[in-house]
C-alpha cells in the first residue's frame, strides 16, 4: 500500500477528460499535494507575474508553454516542502522532454514514480465536458453546467465566488488543444507503458465512478499492479 502523503503518480490524458477533478480527488485521498501545472498558470496570469505575462497568450490560443519554462516551474515546485515525500501532478509531463525531465528530477531526489494514470473517454464525451464547464476565479474548483452543478446556479459552492468559463474552453482552442495531445502528449502513452508505468482508466462514467476505478488500480507496493492478476 502507498503510504499517506507518499504517492507519486502523474496524470495523462486528453484535454477535459476529468485530470483535474480526479487529480483533486486522488491528491486528498493520499494526503498529497495536487500539483497542476494549468492551475499554477492560470494563477500567475492573474497575478500579472513574469510567468504570466509570458504563459497568458500561449494559453488563450490553446498551445503549449515551452518545455524549458515548465520544467524550471515544475522543478521549483517538487523542490518545495509538501511535496519532497510525494504529489500528484496534473498537466505535466506533456511532451517527452517533459518526462525525460522529470526522470531527472526524480532521480536526482532518489523518487520512483508509483505510475503514470491514464484517464480517456471519447472525444464526444470531452467536448461535452470542455463546453459546459465553469470555473471558480478564487479557489480553482471546476463545475459543469449540468454534469457537476454548483447548489446555487454560477456561483461557487465552497467560497460563493461567481463562476466564469475558461478562455481556452472556446470551441476553436478546444479543437487546437486536442490536436496538440494528439501530436505532442499523447507519445507519452507509450513512453510509461514501456516502462511498465502505465495505469488506464476509463473516464467515461459519473466521477464517483472513475474515482473507485482508478483507487482499485494504483500500485500495491509502489509497483504498477500486474494485469493478469485483476
Ligand atoms: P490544463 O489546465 O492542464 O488543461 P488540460 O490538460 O487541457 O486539462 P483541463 O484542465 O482542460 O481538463 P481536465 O482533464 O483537468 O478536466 P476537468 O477535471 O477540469 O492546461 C491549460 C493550459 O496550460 C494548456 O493548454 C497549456 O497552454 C498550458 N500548460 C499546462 N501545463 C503545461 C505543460 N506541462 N506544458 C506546456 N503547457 C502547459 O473536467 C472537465 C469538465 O468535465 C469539468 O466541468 C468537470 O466538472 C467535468 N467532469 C470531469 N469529470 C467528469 C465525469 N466523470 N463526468 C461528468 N463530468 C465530468
Known sequence: MIALGQVKLVLLGPPGVGKGTQGARVAAHFSAPHISTGAMLREAVDRGTPLGRKAKAIMERGELVPDDVMIGVVAERLAQADA???FVLDGFPR????????DRIARERGHHLDG???IDAPVETIVARLAGRRTCPRCSRNYHVSMEPPRR???????GA???QREDDREE???ERLNLYCHK???LVAY???????IEVAGDASPDEVFARIITRLPENGRVPDPARL
Open 192 to 198: 510509461y507503458r514501456g516502462r511498465h508505468e502505465l
Open 162 to 164: 461567481a463562476l466564469v
Open 95 to 102: 511532451t517527452v522532454p517533459q518526462a525525460e525531465a522529470l
Open 185 to 187: 502528449t499523447a507519445p
Open 116 to 118: 503514470a494514470l491514464l
Open 153 to 159: 446556479e454560477g456561483v461557487c459552492d465552497a467560497d
Open 84 to 86: 519532497r515525500a510525494g
Open 173 to 175: 482552442t478546444i479543437r
